[in-house]
């Protein structure tokens, strides 16, 4: 495949989505020192843009110079010291790595095994808190990537603070692309990734304290594991202070403006209801071709669709033919749905109707060939019906 091919290529995976070719222009701009005067209001833009996008009036909230898992990281690193108690609900890879990444703070880790393919679930969350005594933090994913589920947060919130206990939420995959209210819903730490729905290239991580969550770091008896994701040290560059703490990516900086610009103008309630409609045409559109969509439908995540791989086919056949004749991403699964399911990413840019038409196209010449019969143009009739609203 030529260089030219590549560059085309549609990203219908679990990420990184494509990027609009405004984003992309964006990084042309001439280049500026970090604290050049002349950047300052961009990064002040920056993270203006990122509270309405958390729905959020906390002044923590700033994009941390790394992908998403730098924020996954800098969360429990902020929050947590050695001998805490945090309990980790796990329904997905995404919780196992959380399960990790808290244990490297040395926290008390309590992990509670939720099945994959399952949601979170308030009655699950009281009745481990019943249990546990002096829990300092309550972890889980909002949407779990590896498996398109979507946990309910209010309720869930609700109950970790009548336990006294900080909630820390990975909101990768659904920022930017399902609802998400970080103060209404009484979050206390939630970190995203740029290349998602927030149409940005992977590198930047934006994080959101809440003051409950600040006060508890202020208290902390010893001092934050990593100096490069203290939060305390990093808002000093956000601020209005712009105190040197590290060399900020200045073009990823741009490209993420840009993208957020973007948001603003589209409006957040019609994104989400963008990737609300996407979603349901493809999920209509692969029911049609007989394959089973594996989420509960009260509990599906709008930006990312899984599919259980039919008996006989291979997944990674599917997705290599996906790649070489369509010039398509789709994804395969993780940990212990690797082959088991494919993951279907509508996010950002790449959240077009015009895609699902292409890939349910695609799918209903591909799959044939691997041995699964369809009809031909019945998916994209059912896709183009919801579309249509009918």
């Not at 202070?241 to 403006?257: D, F, N």
């Not at 699964?333 to 895609?355: E, Q, T, V």
Request: glycine share 8%; net charge negative; with cysteine.
């Amino acid at each position: 495949m030529s260089e030219r091919d590549l560059t085309n290529r549609v990203l219908l995976g679990p990420g990184p989505s494509n990027v609009n070719p405004r984003v992309t222009q964006s990084m042309l701009k001439g280049m500026l020192g970090h604290l050049d005067p002349e950047f300052w209001p961009i990064t002040d833009q920056v993270c203006a843009m990122l509270r309405e996008v958390f729905h959020t009036k906390g002044d923590f909230t700033l994009p941390i110079s790394a992908t998403g898992m730098a924020g996954m990281e800098s969360a429990f690193c902020n929050l947590i010291e050695p001998g805490d108690k945090v309990v980790v609900i796990v329904n997905g890879f995404f919780g196992t790595r959380m399960v990790d990444v808290a244990s490297r703070c040395g926290a008390d880790v309590h992990k509670v095994d939720v099945p994959w393919g399952s949601p979170v679930l308030p009655e699950i969350v009281e009745d481990v808190l019943k249990k546990e005594s002096n829990v300092k933090a309550v972890a889980f994913v909002h949407a779990e990537t590896s498996t398109g589920v979507l946990s309910p947060i209010k309720e869930i919130t609700g109950v970790i603070h009548e336990h006294e206990a900080l909630v820390i939420l990975d909101v990768v995959t659904s920022l930017g692309g399902v609802k998400f209210l970080m103060d209404e819903w009484d979050v206390d730490v939630c970190y995203s990734a740029s290349q998602k729905c927030l149409g940005a290239p992977p590198g930047m991580s934006p994080i959101s304290f809440s003051g409950r969550a600040i006060d508890s770091i202020k208290a902390r008896k010893t001092q934050v594991q990593s100096y490069y994701l203290d939060i305390l040290n990093l808002k000093n560059y956000w601020s209005k202070r712009k105190m040197y703490h590290h060399t900020a990516p200045i073009l990823m900086i741009y490209a993420l403006r840009e993208a957020l610009l973007m948001m603003m103008e589209e409006g957040l309630e019609n994104r989400w209801a963008r990737h609300s409609m996407n979603a349901a045409a493809l999920r209509a559109g692969l029911e049609s071709l007989g394959l089973e969509l594996l989420a509960d439908p009260k509990y599906r995540a709008a930006p990312l669709t899984t599919v259980k791989v039919p008996d006989g086919i291979e997944a990674s056949k599917v997705i290599q033919a996906l790649y070489g004749e369509y010039n398509l991403e789709i994804g395969n699964g993780l940990g212990d749905f690797k082959d088991k399911i494919w993951r279907i990413g509508l996010m950002g840019d790449s959240c077009k109707s015009s895609n699902v038409l292409m890939l349910l196209s695609a799918l209903e010449n591909v799959l044939p060939k691997q041995g699964f019969e369809t009809g031909v143009g019945v998916a994209v009739a059912e896709a183009e019906r919801v579309l249509l609203g009918k």
